[in-house]
């Protein structure tokens, strides 16, 4: 069965500093890869996903993924956090058979 | 207008009640989901439906049982609530049959208590 880790459990970092999560899946067919976020008592929101293409791809509110195949690997990044990025970050994978399968989340914390 | 609406958004109840969830999506997807985020935040699927045909029951327990009347309609039903039903239920929904769907819209949630 496929899945999902993320490397960190809860990140803490400051205002201006570089963000990047791990994320790794375990399935060797043609996947699809997303990563959600949710703020504080809300629901996921889709930040980027990659179907095919440019393995880097960018999201909104200055987030960016890399898609490494042969290490099957979707890393999420941000060059600069601000404080209202704090929220849970999730990776998903589909992988053709319309289940959407969750990492564990990544809780990050932004200090002002 | 509210992509993926689900009702109530809250629900505290006691053990052994039997409660329902509601969820409906104006988006035109033909495919429908309800996932579980437990207390560790973690999300599982549970059911998915796709033009009202169920084609994912992940093992959950019998007392959990979705209905879809329509396409657009999605409820799961709970019976013999147990303390650890508590939880967020996502609804979400998503295009297509294919395996390559746009991404998953996701409702609000509904945080179930139990007590």
């Known amino acids: 069965a496929q899945s999902v880790s993320q490397h960190n459990h809860h990140v803490i970092l400051s205002e201006a500093a570089s963000l990047e999560l791990g994320c790794n899946y375990s399935y060797g067919g043609t996947v699809n890869l997303f990563w959600y976020v949710q703020y504080p008592g809300q629901h996921l929101q889709l930040l980027l996903k990659y179907f095919s293409g440019d393995p880097l791809v960018k999201g909104i509110k200055g987030f960016e993924a890399e898609f490494i195949k042969s290490k099957f690997s979707f890393n999420l990044r941000k060059p600069s956090v601000q404080w209202s990025d704090t929220a849970e970050y999730f990776c998903a994978v589909n992988a053709g058979d319309y289940k959407l399968s969750f990492g564990a989340g990544t809780t990050v914390t932004v200090r002002a | 207008d509210t992509a993926v609406s689900q009702t109530p958004k809250y629900l505290v109840t006691q053990m052994g009640n039997d409660k329902s969830i509601k969820c409906e999506q104006n988006?035109?997807?033909?495919?429908m989901y309800w996932y579980k985020q437990d207390s560790k935040k973690f999300l599982k699927i549970m059911f998915s439906?796709?033009?009202?045909?169920?084609?994912i029951n992940e093992t959950v327990p019998n007392r959990f049982s979705p209905k879809s009347p329509d396409k657009a309609h999605l409820n799961l039903h709970i019976n013999s609530l147990e303390l650890g039903d508590s939880a967020v239920y996502f609804c979400?929904?998503?295009?297509?049959?294919?395996?390559?769907?746009?991404?998953?819209?996701f409702g609000s949630g509904t945080r179930l208590t139990v007590v």
């Open positions: 979400a929904s998503s295009r297509g049959r294919q395996s390559r769907p746009y991404g998953y819209t």
């Open positions: 439906y796709n033009n009202k045909e169920l084609i």
């Open positions: 988006l035109g997807h033909d495919t």
